[in-house]
């Protein structure tokens, strides 16, 4: 569950106060949002995930980023924590603390976030000219949904059940469902 500060801050002093916190806070044009912990679920999700896409990109160019790496949208003026981001933008590579140029982004559902992330925080992403593929991983039931953009600049979405092989076409990256669920108990 994410909780708003409903004072106006600036980004600056986002930045400032998100550099010394011990919790994380999302931002969105001016106001922030304490970041609620994970379930272990969710860690091990992410952590499956991550671990086979950083595996899958080794000396590509491309990096696999977690949790921590913040992702900037500069024409919203919005800082989210997207659960596994991948860039191969080499502009990126000189950036300390965010994102600018990712081409896929990943979010674990949780009952609290899910909404969000399908809607007002999907609709934020699709502002990102260089993502590519948006990815939402249910903790609920073995469901991946991944959204991709086509040449017409429209998302499709292809929903992957258990048993099935996924295929994010973004970073050409396919593995079982199952990989993506190892340790996960419902």
């Given at each position: 569950m994410m909780f708003a500060n409903s004072r106006f801050i600036s980004e600056e002093e986002y930045l400032l106060q998100e550099s010394i916190s011990q919790v994380k806070h999302e931002y969105r044009?001016?106001?922030?949002?304490?970041?609620?912990?994970?379930?272990?679920?969710?860690?091990?999700?992410?952590?499956?995930?991550?671990?086979?896409?950083?595996?899958?990109?080794?000396?590509?160019?491309?990096?696999?980023?977690?949790?921590?790496?913040?992702?900037?949208?500069?024409?919203?003026?919005?800082?989210?924590?997207p659960d596994v981001i991948v860039s191969c933008d080499e502009s990126d590579r000189s950036l300390a603390n965010f994102l600018l140029y990712p081409c896929l982004i990943i979010e674990i559902l949780s009952e609290t976030t899910e909404a969000f992330d399908r809607?007002?925080?999907?609709?934020?992403?699709?502002?990102?000219?260089?993502?590519?593929?948006?990815?939402?991983?249910?903790?609920?039931?073995?469901?991946?949904?991944s959204f991709r953009r086509n040449s017409q600049n429209q998302w499709l979405l292809s929903v992957y059940g258990s048993g099935d092989r996924v295929r994010l076409e973004t970073v050409k990256f396919d593995c079982l469902l199952n990989d993506i669920y190892e340790d996960i108990q419902f």
């Open positions: 044009q001016g106001i922030i949002y304490a970041m609620a912990g994970a379930s272990n679920n969710h860690v091990l999700i992410a952590l499956n995930i991550a671990s086979l896409l950083k595996n899958h990109l080794r000396g590509t160019g491309c990096r696999t980023y977690i949790s921590d790496t913040k992702v900037k949208i500069e024409s919203l003026n919005t800082y989210y924590y809607g007002d925080k999907f609709a934020d992403y699709r502002q990102l000219e260089s993502l590519q593929e948006y990815v939402l991983i249910s903790q609920k039931q073995p469901c991946l949904e």
